[in-house]
């Protein structure tokens, strides 16, 4: 049973580029979150998706940042014109449901802005 | 809003003693609480989940964690060290109702390091 995938794991772009990430959670699962890591940080929650629904933006950055869970597919997060300030490792977590489940995670992206 | 608060950075242990990484937190309804490792390069693996019921959680590798509710705490914890758990270990907390009912809240997390 794979787990979640993401892809690609390093993302090297010039600022004012765009990055796009993709996250295929695991089987069964529908449930789909993006977290982000700043270096020496924990985990900061983004954004909460099921399919073809935004459920919770909250912690996504008002411009520049948008997110999709598409019927097929796997879930994008979308950074357009990158700037320094948004390299990161940028995870991807899916799980059964909300509440008690846990959640299960991704191997990251790791974005460089150059 | 929800927080919580690993508050060592790092913590050394020599290998085969006993080890405990701390955790507390802050919801304002009751909480769900996990404890995640993290491994160089790697994304988080779960390893155990406090919802209710008994205050001794059991989970993966022989780790344990603790919950108090009157101290709002949830440490880690492992009767002997190895020096493969050396890690990063992140403790989250999710509330059980409201707003922030999906979203997992991380703590800076703990490097733990097993010395051979």
């Known amino acids: 049973n794979a787990g979640v995938m993401q892809n690609p794991r390093h993302l090297v772009r010039r600022r004012g580029q765009e990055a796009r990430l993709r996250c295929s959670p695991m089987k069964g699962h529908s449930h789909v979150y993006w977290y982000r890591q700043l270096p020496e940080e924990g985990l900061k929650f983004m954004v909460y998706l099921q399919k073809e629904n935004i459920i919770d933006e909250s912690g996504m950055p008002k411009e520049r940042f948008s997110a999709e869970f598409p019927k097929e597919g796997p879930s994008i997060l979308r950074i357009q014109q990158v700037v320094r300030g948004d390299s990161a490792a940028y995870f991807c977590?899916?799980?059964?449901?909300?509440?008690?489940?846990?959640?299960?995670f991704g191997p990251g992206t790791r974005l460089t802005v150059t | 809003a929800q927080s919580v608060a690993q508050p060592e950075d790092q913590v050394n242990v020599a290998e085969g003693n006993p080890l405990t990484v701390k955790c507390t937190y802050s919801?304002?309804?009751?909480?769900?609480l996990f404890w995640y490792v993290q491994y160089p390069n790697r994304g988080l693996q779960f390893l155990l989940k406090y919802i209710t019921g008994d205050n001794l959680v059991k989970g993966s590798y022989g780790f344990e964690a603790e919950f108090n509710k009157s101290q709002t705490s949830f440490h880690l914890k492992k009767p002997s060290a190895l020096v493969s758990d050396s890690a990063l270990y992140f403790c989250a907390v999710r509330d059980n109702a409201g707003a922030g009912s999906y979203q997992l809240t991380f703590g800076k997390g703990t490097k733990l390091s097993v010395i051979p």
């Open positions: 919801v304002s309804g009751n909480p769900y």
């Open positions: 977590a899916s799980s059964l449901g909300q509440g008690a489940h846990e959640q299960y």
